[in-house]
């Protein structure tokens, strides 16, 4: 079988004497939309921040396996803008866009780390930078017509509705050429209309060749669109597997519903 | 318009500050024939006065504030102001453009070289603006120690000349060369820094650079700084000073030029996109692929060069320098012209240029009020305007394509 995409083994992390994470496994493979769920403070968002390189892990491995069969990549201790560049890209839970920029702008963002032109080519406007350029801006265009916001190109992303920012945010991630998208709580603050086409919107960039590793709260969503689930309480992972497996694990209905209703 | 509460408000603010400016403007104590006079007039100018500005700010705040209601709920369309159209709309602002570069060429014809003078430090000033634009409006760092790197242009061509003869365009490529490895030697260090931290450090930096210089006599000279130094020369011709002034406001001009194409190019280009997202959201910036390190040494090198190039043409202008001309002020001008200006927008930063170098030199009574009128100006933009005076408008794109005409 082939290797997974992202492998997770041991993943701990500490803050002061606060452990956040303990010895997490955690494997997506290609293809795949895997879910991370858990209760508020759980620690998923810290996972997120330790596999991107924003925190250091204390302990545990993190390997990237390019899916075109290149070498395994060792994460731990790469800085963020370098795993981006390595192939996984994220989303923010609380949106982070440039929020002075315009729509266009923000996705053309995430073409830098695939993109070369510098001072030199800035200032001098080769044709090399300007073929780099057209081809930044036409890309960006696709990846904002893929999600749905061609007619705002030119708006400035805090102009922006709620749903729209954070189908941006996708469109920014995409635009770095991941094939594994990390997505933080995409559906927050969506309406079910909203939420629909996101649910819509992800599958389509699975079939596109993308695996997904997906943090969210809304089980409908989660229900519908995982192949597999893992379940993290206070920074421990509690269960994995399918979404029937996980609904109907009793350790998992015992951490979103509390102890009493256990019996 | 305004509620009691918000009259109350501006009320109490009122009785305060005649409270706070009691002692000084109220009281006058006449030491030699010992008594003290009570000027209680000026009280109640304070008083009527602090009452009046403080209602002005509040009226424009509910102003604001029921604008972005009207905003949200969207029965509210914003006007385009003006300037954005002009600058948006290539048509007009080559028209714009092209004007000003006319009105500026024949300048030295129709005023004395006196004026010309006082224009050429204005563009000196518009080029510095432009420099530090690159690292405070584009990239988001504030640099209080920009001066630094104005005197190490300047003491690079002195230096040069004094010990090797070094003539004016040879040293003008090394001294914005010298000014960028500064630039670089100070970002290292502060890499890490942001906002506040970064600009007392940048602070400090700008500081030590002129300590250097005015206490390592047998490197500068010292206080008393290095005279006698070449103007630029002309194909090797002895220019007579009239001349040479016409000369290097040509200079200037045509230096002027260069930068706004090249911080132009630079603005719409991978890097002015990575600074500008750096300035935004540092960690998504970084997420995003973009290297922090490098986009951040780049913006402080880049914007150290001009500081560079315009301090070699300052030691060729004034054929003196010291350190006296390299203080904290001189950064804090730069700035003020950035902010008053509009950070991120060239023609911004020009218009701040030519407002706040030009309008002192000719308001020359009000020259003791000079710093007291730069506070004000900066508080009165913080509040009503913190885009300054020309916004930064982002470009837009048009695709045919699928939706038709946006922008
Ligand atoms: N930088 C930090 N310093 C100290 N503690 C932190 C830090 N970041 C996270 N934590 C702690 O780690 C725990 C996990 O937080 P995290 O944000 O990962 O939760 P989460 O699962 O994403 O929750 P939510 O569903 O609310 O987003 C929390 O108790 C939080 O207080
Ligand atoms: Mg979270």
Redesign the pocket.
């Known amino acids: 079988m082939q290797k997974p995409v992202l492998q997770v083994e041991g993943l701990s ?1 500490d ?2 004497g ?1 452990r ?2 303990c010895e997490l496994d955690l494997d997506v493979h290609q293809g795949q939309i895997v879910a991370l769920i ?12 330790c596999v991107t390189g924003i ?1 250091n892990p204390t302990e545990g491995n993190v390997f990237l396996n390019p899916p075109d069969g290149s070498r395994p990549i060792r994460l731990n201790g790469l800085k963020p803008n370098q795993v981006t560049k390595k192939g996984m890209a994220r989303t923010f ?1 609380n949106i982070r866009l440039f929020q002075k920029m315009t729509v266009l702008e923000n996705v053309m963002i995430g073409r830098h780390c695939r993109t070369s032109s510098y001072i030199f080519g800035a200032v001098f406007k080769t044709r090399a930078t300007r073929r780099e350029e057209r081809e930044t801006v036409e890309k960006s265009y696709r990846i904002l017509q893929q999600v749905g916001l061609a007619d705002t190109v030119n708006e400035l992303a805090e102009n922006l509705p709620y749903g729209a920012q954070r189908r941006l945010e996708i469109a920014r991630a995409l635009a770095t050429e991941p094939f594994l998208l990390l997505l ?2 995409p559906a927050a603050g969506m309406n079910p209309q909203e939420t629909h086409e996101l649910d819509e919107l992800i599958k389509q960039i699975r079939d596109d060749g993308h695996s997904i590793l997906l ?1 969210e ?1 809304d089980m409908k969503l989660v229900m519908s669109l995982s192949d597999k689930i893992y379940v ?1 309480d206070y ?1 421990k992972k509690i269960a994995e597997g399918s979404p029937r497996e996980v609904s109907s694990d009793p350790a998992v209905i015992k951490a979103y519903l509390g102890e009493d209703i256990d019996a | 318009m305004l509620s009691i509460e918000q009259l109350k408000k501006s009320l109490f603010v009122s009785l305060w500050f005649a409270f706070l400016t009691f002692p000084l403007l109220v009281i006058k104590v006449d030491p030699i024939e010992r008594t003290v006079q009570w000027r209680w007039e000026n009280m109640a100018l304070v008083a009527a006065g602090s009452f009046l500005v403080s209602l002005l700010v509040r009226v424009f705040q509910v102003q604001q504030e029921r604008r972005r209601e009207r905003r949200a709920t969207g029965e509210f369309v914003d006007r385009v102001p003006i300037m954005q159209i002009i600058l948006s709309e290539p048509r007009y602002l080559y028209t714009l453009s092209g004007a000003v570069l006319l009105c500026s060429l024949v300048f030295p014809f129709l005023f004395s070289t006196y004026q010309t003078n006082i224009m050429i430090t204005a563009l000196m000033y518009v080029m510095l603006g432009l420099g530090l634009n690159i690292v405070v409006g584009l990239a988001g760092l504030l640099d209080l120690g920009y001066v630094a790197f104005y005197a190490v242009g300047a003491y690079s061509y002195a230096l040069l000349n004094y010990h090797f003869d070094v003539g004016f365009w040879m040293a003008l490529p090394i001294g914005a060369l010298l000014a960028a490895l500064f630039g670089v030697l100070l970002g290292f260090p502060v890499l890490r820094l942001r906002g506040d931290y970064l600009a007392i450090v940048t602070l400090g930096f700008g500081e030590i650079i002129r300590l250097i210089l005015e206490n390592w006599n047998e490197f500068s000279e010292g206080p008393s700084g290095i005279s006698n130094i070449s103007r630029p020369g002309f194909f090797g011709i002895e220019l007579s000073l009239e001349h040479a002034i016409l000369y290097l406001y040509y200079l200037m001009i045509a230096m002027v030029v260069f930068t706004i194409f090249v911080v132009n190019r630079l603005q719409d280009s991978r890097i002015g996109r990575a600074w500008v997202a750096l300035r935004e959201d540092e960690i998504a910036c970084q997420a995003m692929g973009i290297d922090k390190r490098k986009t951040k040494l780049t913006a402080f090198a880049l914007g150290a060069t001009w500081a560079g190039i315009v301090g070699v043409i300052f030691a060729a202008k004034t054929t003196f320098i010291n350190p006296a001309s390299f203080t904290f002020l001189e950064s804090a001008i730069i700035l003020c012209i950035v902010v008053l200006g509009g950070m991120g927008s060239i023609f911004g930063v020009i218009v701040g240029a030519l407002i706040l170098i030009l309008l002192p030199e000719y308001l020359r009574a009000l020259s003791d009020y000079r710093m007291l009128a730069f506070g004000a100006v900066l508080v009165t933009m913080m509040i009503f305007r913190p885009q300054g005076v020309v916004a930064n408008i982002r470009r837009s794109y048009q695709f045919k394509s699928k939706a038709e005409g946006e922008g």
């Open positions: 992390m803050f002061g606060i956040a994470m858990g209760p508020n403070g759980a620690g998923k968002t810290t996972f997120f921040n925190y839970q933080d709580e943090i709260h993290v920074g």
